[in-house]
């Protein structure tokens, strides 16, 4: 990609791909992944996508479509863009999904000291030249934004629009209202799921009965056979997660676990963004990141569609982003405005310096 007055890395290497390789963490378990890298001699900067569903499907050759049930999942881009032009590519299953060890606490505080440690460890492989990115849309950017809290070393920067950064208010609880359907299906497309029950040990198997069979006699609950299924059989599939938001329908700590952290001062470049068809789900996550975050940054808020799969739109743009941040290259994207608008109705794109 070249303009008159910057350039981007070029597309000059083959692909070496080496696949389900575990990574120790320091929770005891490892970590499952496939790694992408630049087939030569040299180091090079990683790009880590971390999610929890079938990590095959992030590789297959594809053409870029439109969101369907069987890709919405891949969502962390073409490894053989990045690769090809200088980079190392890792796609990762998040504890308690796929192969990796461990169980599944969405987000929770254990997931993301498993995602620094891998940052580390990538960090420290004699292909890498010590800086570690992140890339992805939606589960990829909600673990990006949450482990730029842990201030990891070797992550430099994150690319990560649309991600949720508040589960009660964006994703779960819609003004106070269960907004279970999406993570009842979404839950269904997860790999290998493992939860976690420790909301149940903590509060003890007595009081947790005592409160599911309160919550079997809510009108408003026992009209959906779904969540009647989910809390009659707590130890299936995903359904434990789902007991535990109906158990736990005002805001408290159980969710303060899974939301960004914006008190923390973190200060490595971020780039945030979505589009005005997912204004209740990822925009206003992208909007609060972009509002409280401490180190520069971009927002991009595009036409009311959804990304196809695999998140191609977002190549070029990121490669701007991490050329700049991770090789030095002059790509001329800090020198534009860094809000960048889509205006409804209109076909036009406007460039704005603050929100709102």
């Known amino acids: 990609m070249l303009s008159k007055k910057w350039q981007t890395s070029k597309r000059q290497y083959q692909v070496l791909a080496e696949r389900d390789v575990a990574i120790p963490v320091s929770a005891g378990f490892t970590i499952d992944c496939d790694i992408f890298r630049p087939d030569a001699p040299g180091r090079f900067p990683a790009i880590l996508c971390f999610f929890p569903f079938d990590k095959s499907i992030q590789s297959r050759p594809m053409m870029p479509v439109a969101v369907c049930p069987q890709l919405v999942m891949c969502e962390g881009g073409d490894y053989n ?9 890792i796609f990762a299953n998040v504890r308690g999904t796929g192969r990796s060890g461990g169980f599944f606490d969405h987000l929770g505080d254990g997931t993301i000291r498993d995602i620094y440690d891998v940052i580390e460890w990538t960090a420290a492989q004699p292909w890498c030249d010590g800086q570690v990115a992140t890339f992805g849309t939606s589960y990829f950017a909600m673990t990006a934004k949450r482990v730029a809290e842990l201030k990891p070393p070797a992550l430099k920067t994150i690319f990560a629009p649309f991600g949720v950064t508040d589960q009660y208010r964006d994703a779960i609880f819609h003004g106070g209202i269960f907004s279970y359907e999406f993570h009842h299906h979404w839950l269904n497309s997860l790999s290998n799921l493992r939860v976690r029950k420790e909301f149940r040990d903590r509060i003890g198997l007595e009081e947790f009965n005592r409160r599911v069979r309160e919550a079997l006699a809510d009108p408003e609950i026992n009209i959906h056979p779904e969540l009647v299924e989910a809390l009659e059989n707590p130890d299936e599939g995903g359904n434990m997660l789902i007991v535990e938001y109906i158990l736990n329908p005002l805001d408290n700590e159980h969710y303060k676990e ?41 927002l991009t808020i595009g036409p009311p569609y959804y990304l196809d799969r695999p998140v191609y739109q977002y190549h070029y743009e990121s490669l701007r982003w991490f050329d700049y941040w991770l090789k ?8 534009e405005p860094p809000i960048h608008l889509f205006i409804q109705n209109t076909g036009e794109w406007k460039a704005a310096y603050e929100w709102p």
């Open 258 to 298: 899974k939301a960004v952290r914006f008190d923390v001062d973190v200060a490595i470049p971020g780039y945030f963004g979505g589009c005005w068809a997912m204004y209740s789900l990822h925009l206003p996550g992208d909007i609060r990141s972009y509002l409280n975050w401490k180190g520069p940054k971009k």
């Open 81 to 89: 863009f990045y690769v090809r032009r200088g980079y190392v590519q």
């Open 328 to 335: 030095g290259i002059d790509t001329g994207i800090m020198g």
